[in-house]
């Protein structure tokens, strides 16, 4: 759909055009779940007074990678690995934040136990971003 120019994609006038109101409900939706994605971009946790450790999840995995896109924004996640080495030119994602994000996991799943998977999953994550990243910027060249 067009919108005019002074015509807001939230106005009564386009929702009515839907066909019925799951089709309304899920746009409703998709806007909610894209709007609460910019919010959680634009609070940190350390000005929003999130507490990291009752971030919900239902394994270390998922507590892991739900922090990290809590913790870093995704062009530090897409432009950084998760700790510098000899092996990649990129730099370390912050080392607080690190800190952080692993003293996080301890305390609420025993980190010792899952180091090895946590740091993979860490690290696939960084790469996965970084290659989301590349691909858009391949297609919008297009």
């Given at each position: ?6 015509d807001s994609p939230f106005s009564t006038s386009s ?85 952080l994000l692993e003293k996080c996991i301890i305390e ?35």
């Amino acid at each position: 759909t067009a919108y005019n120019y002074f015509d807001s994609p939230f106005s009564t006038s386009s929702l009515a055009s839907t066909s019925t109101s799951s089709d309304t409900d899920h746009r409703l939706s998709n806007i909610e779940r894209k709007f609460d994605s910019i919010l959680k971009r634009l609070k940190r946790p350390e000005e929003s007074g999130v507490n990291l450790l009752d971030v919900e999840a239902t394994d270390p995995s998922k507590y892991t990678l739900t922090l990290m896109d809590t913790l870093f924004t995704d062009d530090e996640l897409s432009s950084c690995c998760y700790i510098a080495s000899k092996r990649t030119a990129k730099p370390g994602l912050d080392k607080n934040k690190v800190k952080l994000l692993e003293k996080c996991i301890i305390e609420k799943f025993g980190y010792e136990k899952f180091a090895k998977v946590m740091k993979a999953k860490c690290m696939q994550k960084c790469t996965d971003r970084a290659n989301k990243g590349k691909a858009i910027g391949a297609s919008s060249m297009k």
